[in-house]
């Protein structure tokens, strides 16, 4: 087990680019999650897997965000045409079903600096 | 809406003094409650968790907080604070039904600790 991975860990990008993160969860979990953290912030909550249903998407995630997860196991968070308020660190959660709801084990994050 | 205030951005310590570290929460139903710990370069980390049962509970590495339901707190303390403690510090609320949760988090409260 060697915990939530995530990719690229640092990301630099001009505005109106494209970018794609890569969360590779625990295996054996099913739940996975998305959060945004923006410096001097806690974490906000982006979206929701169980599996590969995506089941809860925030307000906050505007069109331009979109999140899989195909086969159940790994998630992309695709931003399209960044903006520089887009500037931020993605973190990838996940946990089991078993867990209690909020349990999560995170990953170190991708930093996206939008220029 | 629920919410989550961490008063104090920043708390400055010495090693081997006591630690306690504010968290007021708004919500209406019974609260799932987190402290997270976030050091740099590393994921969040969940040090403990209160659902239910005894309003005082124990966390990883020394640490632990009490749910006083009157006052809608969930403090964080420490007997006796080790440099190694460094890091921000979040607290969240566990938003939602079943086991679909999110979690609403603080601001933060960031801890330094002099030798």
């Known amino acids: 087990d060697t915990g939530v991975s995530q990719d690229p860990r640092h990301k630099i990008t001009k505005r109106g680019q494209n970018v794609t993160f890569r969360c590779d969860p625990i295996s054996e979990h099913n739940r996975l999650y998305w959060y945004r953290q923006t410096l001097g912030q806690g974490p906000e909550f982006l979206t929701y897997f169980q599996n590969e249903a995506q089941l809860e998407k925030s307000r906050l995630l505007s069109d331009r965000f979109s999140a899989e997860r195909p086969k159940g196991s790994f998630s992309t968070l695709e931003i399209q045409r960044t903006e520089q308020g887009d500037s931020a660190m993605y973190l990838c959660?996940?946990?089991?079903?078993?867990?209690?709801?909020?349990?999560?084990?995170f990953g170190a994050g991708s930093r996206l600096t939008v220029l | 809406a629920q919410s989550v205030t961490q008063p104090d951005i920043h708390i400055t310590v010495s090693e081997g003094a006591s630690l306690e570290l504010r968290c007021n929460y708004s919500y209406g139903a019974t609260p799932y409650l987190f402290w997270y710990v976030q050091s740099p370069g590393q994921g969040l980390q969940l040090l403990l968790k209160y659902f239910s049962g005894d309003t005082l509970v124990q966390g990883i590495k020394g640490f632990e907080a009490e749910f006083k339901r009157s006052q809608s707190s969930f403090n964080l303390r420490k007997p006796s604070v080790h440099w190694s403690d460094a890091a921000e510090y979040f607290c969240a609320v566990g938003e939602g039904a079943g086991n679909n949760r999110k979690l609403i988090w603080g601001l933060g409260t960031s801890l330094a600790v002099n030798p």
């Open positions: 959660a996940s946990s089991p079903d078993s867990s209690t709801p909020g349990v999560l084990t």
